[in-house]
């Protein structure tokens, strides 16, 4: 491989970064395409990518305001990096759904871009309505007011709607999709708008450390999860449907959206997380399966929650089967 770089250089080749290569190209060309947004790019991670995006429309705007949920991943999972790198302000809204659009009627202040989190992962993997999705994006156009769909799960939501990707794409100014979630990816994304909206957020990517020389592993990834596990969406919805009214008839045990509005929802159980966490261990020695990965607080106490994705590995396990070794934890505490 060095040697093969050395007779390049000696040739007078140039090497090219594979982030700009045929493949790149292909994945981020079918996004923006599906999306029908005039222009994609991947970006090796998506926290960069989308504070980019939110530096660039809120330069563009003149505004450093952010109207986000408060309960999204810009939010509660960047450490802050929206403020602290890139001097915006947050205006946080909602409360355990999505947030409407007299919430944004009621903001008191000039607005630099809203954020709509298309599913709210931690509120339950919910969505809003189509009509207040529309709502929502006629309020930003009337008011001059950039919309953008953090989209981490946006392949999974379109089914909800009975829309295709890119009438819900349509809605916004720009979008983020993520391929390490269920597309099963290495990691990446791709964000997608207007080519002159795009083209600017490359120098902020940059000041993350985001121009990662090779990234064809996560390309190649990316392109087999779009081939293989993008037409399965639909299917991992009707499956967690079905799943979570099994879960929810076993006593003391509850789910959230039921039924779920994507291919994911939360379980709340009770017992504290350490105390779910040791019968779990115990079941899994038991039962060889893992069931979760972890759980967390609810903030009352004696109630924890944790998440279902539905994905291929589900498919090992039927509903009633699930619903028994869930049983079964609860029985453990």
């Known amino acids: ?26 994945a981020r060309n079918r996004c923006g395409a599906a999306a029908r947004k005039p222009k994609g790019r991947f970006v090796v991670k998506g926290v960069m990518a989308q504070q980019a995006l939110l530096r660039v429309w809120a330069e563009r705007s003149n505004r450093r305001t952010v109207a986000l949920h408060a ?32 919430d944004l009627r009621k903001v008191g202040q000039p607005l630099g871009v809203v954020t709509v989190e298309l599913p709210v992962s931690m509120g339950g ?41 890119a009438e819900v794409a349509a809605l916004a100014d720009s979008v983020y999709v993520s391929f390490y979630k269920t597309i099963g990816g290495l990691a990446g994304c791709v964000i997608a708008g207007d080519e002159d909206i795009i083209d600017e957020t490359v120098p902020w990517t940059s000041r993350h450390g985001g121009n990662v020389f090779t990234v064809f592993p996560y390309v190649l990834a990316a392109r087999e999860g779009l081939r293989t596990r993008l037409p399965k969406v639909e299917g991992y919805r009707t499956r967690a449907r079905g799943l979570a009214a099994a879960i929810a008839q076993v006593p003391g045990v509850s789910v959230t959206p039921n039924p779920p509005h994507t291919n994911a929802f939360r379980v709340f159980l009770p017992g504290t997380p350490e105390q779910l966490t040791e019968a779990h261990r115990a079941l899994v020695d038991a039962e060889s399966v893992w069931l979760f990965n972890a759980f967390e607080a609810t903030g009352i106490p004696g109630l924890s929650q944790t998440g279902v994705t539905v994905g291929d590995a589900t498919e090992e396990l039927t509903d009633d089967e699930v619903a028994r070794l869930i049983g079964a934890l609860v029985e453990k505490l």
């Open 125 to 165: 993997h919910q969505l809003p309505s189509w009509d207040e999705l529309t709502a929502i994006s006629r309020w930003c156009r009337e008011n001059r007011v950039p919309l953008h769909f953090d989209g981490a799960r946006l392949w999974e939501s379109a089914p909800y709607y009975g829309k295709s990707l």
């Open 71 to 102: 309960l999204s991943h810009i939010e509660r999972d960047e450490d802050d990096g929206y403020r602290r790198l890139h001097g915006l302000d947050g205006v946080t809204l909602g409360g355990p759904g999505p947030f409407t659009v007299d």
């Open 1 to 26: 491989m060095a040697g093969a770089a050395r007779r390049g250089a000696r040739r007078g080749q140039r090497a090219r970064p594979v982030q700009r290569g045929p493949r790149a190209a292909a």
